[in-house]
C-alpha cells in the first residue's frame, strides 16, 4: 500500500515557480508507518497513473481553477482499485461534486492537516467516512513541510507560512470564508525552524503563503480604541506585537535570505510595519490593488483601498521602505469602461510597481460575487450541456473567460484589453525599466527573466484563447524556468545555518 499526494493540473512546466505547501504538509502529517508517501505536482510533471495499486490511498488537493482535472485524476485512480480523497478549498465548498464527478470515497472539510492520519487509517481498514470535518487548525499546531521528500532541481521559491485568515471581506475571495476571519498565528520559532531547513536545501527565496501577512490595520486599531471594551482592541494589539516579534526573528536570519507576501495596500500608512519588514528581509508583497477607480473598489466591498493620485503615492510608500510591489488588478468589473486599462496601466507605471498581474473577473464559488451572480442566472446558457454556473465541470479549452455580463464592454474586448496591458506592461524596455531598481547586472538579469517567466505563466496560458498562443507560452515558459531556477538558488549546503 502506498499514499499518494497529487497537486493536479492541465499545464506542466518542468520547473515549479513556488513550491506547493499543501503537499509537503500532507506528506509531514503522513503517520511515518505508512512510509514516505509519493508526492506529484503536476504543474512540474503529469501523474504516471500506473504508480497507482489497488488498496493505495490518492489524496488529491483542488481548488475551483484545476477541479476538472482533479477529478479525472480521482476516477482514473479508483478504477485502478485505490482509495480516493479529495480536501481543498473547492471540496470543502462543494463535497457533493467530488463524488459524483471525482470518484471520491472520502472528502475532507476545512484544513486537512490533523485529520489526514485518520483518513489513511479508516481508508486502510476499508471504512472511509464520506465527509471529515478539518475544521479550522489553530495556528500553533499547523505542521512545517516535510521537505526532504522534494525532487531535485524542481521549484524556484520555497513557502513558509506563517498565518491563515484574513480579517476583510472583498467580494470576490473565498479566503475570508473558508480559511476564517481570525489571524492563526503560527509560532515564530517554528516558522523560523523551518526556514533554516530549506535554506540548508538551498532556498534563499521563500514565498510566506500567507492569507494576508497584515491583519491588524492602523485603522482596526483606531476603531477597537473607540470601544469602550477594551477586549478587541487588547487582542489586535497582540496580534500585532507577535507580527513584529516573528519579524524581529526573521531580521537575524543571514541577509542573503528573500521573503514574499502578500499584504493589504493598508499596510503603507503603518511605516513602522514596513520598516520592521525590510529588516526581516521580506522584500516584497504582492498588493490587491484590484481597481484604480472609486467605483470600482466600492463594487467589490474594498474602499479601504484608495483610488487616483492618491493612490500612486500610497504605493510608491512600499518602495520608499524598501519593500518591492507586485500588484495585483483585477478587469472586467461592471464600473471598467474601454479607457480603465490604459489608466490601469498607466497607474502602475507610476507607481513604481516591480510586477503586475492583470487578472480578469470570475465568479469564483465561496464568494460574495459569485452568489449573486448565480442568483440571476434564471436559465442559465449551457456549454457541453454543463450550466455556465458550474463552469469549473468544462475543460480548460471549453470555459469562456469572461462570465459576468458586462453593461458596457463585450466579453472579447476585456479579454483582449487584458492581453494588451499584459504585453504594454511586461514589454522588454518597460521591464529592463524597472529592473535598474536592481543594483546589479545578476540581480537586473534575474528580475528581467522571471518577469517573462510570470508573463508566460500566467497571462499567455492563462486568459489566451488561441490555442497556438497557448502552446508556444507554455513551451516558452518552460524554456525559461530552467536558466531562472539556477539564479536563485543556491547549491545544497552540507549544514544548516
Ligand atoms: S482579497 Fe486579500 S484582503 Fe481581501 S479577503 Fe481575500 S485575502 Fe483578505
Not at 497582540?238 to 543571514?254: N, T, V, Y
Not at 479607457?339 to 507610476?350: G, I, P, Q, R, S
Request: glycine share 8%; hydrophobic share 40%.
Amino acid at each position: 500500500m502506498r499514499i499518494h499526494l497529487v497537486n493536479p493540473s492541465d499545464i506542466s512546466f518542468g520547473v515549479g515557480v513556488i513550491t506547493p505547501r499543501w503537499l509537503y504538509v500532507l506528506a509531514a502529517a503522513t503517520p511515518v508507518e505508512y512510509g514516505a508517501p509519493a508526492v506529484i505536482d503536476e504543474t512540474l510533471e503529469q501523474f504516471d497513473l500506473s504508480t497507482v495499486s489497488a488498496g493505495d490511498v490518492v489524496g488529491i488537493g483542488i481548488h475551483t481553477a484545476n477541479a476538472y482535472r482533479g477529478y479525472e485524476l480521482g476516477r482514473a485512480a479508483r478504477e485502478k482499485g485505490a482509495y480516493v480523497v479529495f480536501g481543498g478549498i473547492h471540496p470543502t465548498l462543494y463535497p457533493d461534486e467530488a463524488r459524483e464527478h471525482g470518484g471520491a470515497h472520502a472528502v475532507v472539510r476545512g484544513d486537512g492537516d490533523h485529520v489526514w492520519s485518520t483518513v489513511i487509517a479508516d481508508c486502510l481498514a476499508q471504512q472511509p467516512r464520506d465527509l471529515y470535518e478539518g475544521g479550522q487548525v489553530a495556528g500553533r499546531s499547523f505542521y512545517g513541510g516535510r521537505w526532504e521528500l522534494l525532487p531535485k532541481d524542481a521549484y524556484m521559491f520555497a513557502s513558509v507560512q506563517t498565518v491563515r485568515g484574513c480579517p476583510k471581506h472583498c467580494s470576490f475571495c473565498s479566503v475570508w470564508r473558508t480559511d476564517g476571519q481570525e489571524a492563526r498565528m503560527r509560532g515564530a520559532e517554528d516558522v523560523v525552524d523551518e526556514i533554516r531547513d530549506l535554506r540548508s536545501r538551498g532556498f534563499k527565496f521563500i514565498m510566506l503563503a500567507d492569507d494576508n501577512f497584515y491583519p491588524v490595520a492602523m485603522n482596526d486599531l483606531a476603531m477597537a480604541r473607540r470601544r469602550t471594551d477594551p477586549t478587541a482592541l487588547n487582542e489586535l494589539e497582540g496580534i500585532r506585537r507577535e507580527r513584529f516579534e516573528l519579524m524581529e526573528r526573521l531580521a537575524d536570519l543571514p541577509d542573503d535570505m528573500n521573503f514574499y507576501t502578500q499584504i493589504t495596500m493598508e499596510a503603507a500608512e503603518d511605516t513602522e510595519f514596513l520598516d520592521a519588514m525590510r529588516k526581516a528581509h521580506i522584500r516584497g508583497a504582492l498588493v490587491g490593488v484590484e481597481s484604480v477607480t472609486p467605483e470600482g473598489l466600492k463594487a467589490i466591498y474594498k474602499d479601504f483601498n484608495l483610488a487616483g493620485d492618491a493612490l500612486i503615492e500610497r504605493l510608491q510608500v512600499f518602495r520608499k521602505h524598501g519593500v518591492h510591489v507586485l500588484g495585483s488588478f483585477i478587469f472586467g468589473l461592471p464600473t471598467d469602461t474601454a479607457a480603465t486599462f490604459d489608466a490601469t496601466v498607466a497607474l502602475a507605471e507610476a507607481a513604481d510597481v516591480s510586477f503586475a498581474q492583470f487578472v480578469l473577473l470570475q465568479p469564483f464559488p465561496g464568494t460574495v460575487d459569485f452568489e449573486k451572480w448565480e442568483r440571476t442566472q434564471v436559465d442559465t446558457p449551457k456549454v457541453d450541456n454543463v450550466p455556465l454556473t458550474r463552469h469549473w465541470l468544462l475543460p480548460s479549452s471549453r470555459r469562456p473567460k469572461i462570465y459576468m455580463p458586462h453593461p458596457s464592454l463585450k466579453p472579447e474586448q476585456i479579454r483582449e484589453y487584458t492581453q494588451q496591458v499584459w504585453d504594454r506592461f511586461y514589454s522588454l524596455p518597460a521591464t529592463w525599466k524597472r529592473a535598474k531598481c536592481i543594483r546589479s547586472f545578476k540581480g537586473r538579469l534575474a528580475f528581467v527573466l522571471i518577469s517573462k517567466l510570470y508573463r508566460q505563466m500566467y497571462a499567455n496560458t492563462g486568459i489566451a484563447t488561441d490555442s497556438a498562443r497557448h502552446a508556444r507560452a507554455n513551451r516558452m515558459a518552460r524554456w525559461l524556468a530552467k536558466p531562472c531556477r539556477r539564479l536563485f538558488v543556491s547549491p545544497v549546503r552540507a549544514t544548516a545555518q
